[in-house]
């Protein structure tokens, strides 16, 4: 079964300045897919950014990136200029590329890193 | 697109009771997804519809859960005999299905937060 890792409860970061969140996943497949949600106080869940394993470039939405270390299963998220509405549950999800309906298709998430953002 | 919607948004019960959550998903997806959240925890997968067919089912889902999508479109949580371990945020996501759209992600409700006294 695959699992995923964050090593970070909680990180905080200067209002402006760039924070890291760290991921990191045990699988056996090969092709997979791997996603950050930001879950807001009180808020919906809602997709950062996703990386298709079979992709060696990494990931990039705004001032949102990703470093995808295939062989080290690692997947962390790098927030730039950091905003105040930033501030969230940061979860880092992993989702099998299997095809068949038969296959859930479902997410495993890690436990979450709390970011805060300080003016 | 209105998103996923899940009702109601706060669930207070006693023990031993039955609650029964109902989640919309977006109209065209018809994968659907159901998810336990804990305070301070990522969500756990509880089961999941593909159209009106349950094909997956976790094993945290207990013989006291059960999930039905009777037409594929909308879904419902059922708990009997609720306990203290039940209390959690209850989410509902879903996606589109097949072909294209088998790489895309899942969009989320804002749950259903059950409170059990």
């Known amino acids: 079964a695959q699992t995923v890792t964050q090593s970070q409860p909680e990180m905080s970061v200067q209002e402006a300045e760039t924070v890291t969140l760290s991921c990191t996943y045990d699988t056996s497949e090969s092709d997979y897919y791997l996603f950050w949600y930001k879950q807001p106080p009180s808020r919906q869940m809602i997709l950062v950014i996703r990386q298709e394993a079979y992709k060696q470039q990494n990931a990039t939405e705004n001032r949102f990136s990703v470093n995808f270390q295939k062989a080290a299963k690692s997947f962390s998220l790098k927030i730039s200029d950091s905003q105040l509405g930033d501030a969230a549950m940061y979860f880092c999800a992993y989702r099998s590329a299997r095809l068949g309906d038969n296959y859930g298709q479902n997410f495993v998430f890690g436990p979450g890193t709390r970011l805060s953002v300080l003016p | 697109d209105t998103g996923v919607s899940q009702n109601p948004r706060h669930k207070i019960t006693k023990r031993g009771q039955n609650v029964t959550f109902r989640c919309d998903p977006i109209?065209?997806?018809?994968?659907l997804y159901w998810y336990r959240q804990t305070l301070g925890q990522g969500p756990e997968f509880l089961t999941y519809?593909?159209?009106?067919?349950?094909?997956?089912k976790s094993r945290l889902l207990s013989d006291r859960f059960s999930a039905e999508r009777p037409k594929g479109s909308f879904s419902t949580l059922e708990i009997q005999r609720t306990e203290q371990g039940d209390s959690a945020m209850y989410l509902c996501?879903?996606?589109?299905?097949?072909?294209?759209?088998?790489?895309?992600?899942?969009?989320f409700g804002d749950g259903t937060r059950l409170s059990i006294l």
């Open positions: 109209s065209e997806h018809n994968r």
């Open positions: 519809f593909q159209n009106e067919a349950q094909l997956e």
């Open positions: 996501a879903s996606s589109p299905g097949r072909g294209r759209f088998s790489n895309q992600p899942q969009h």
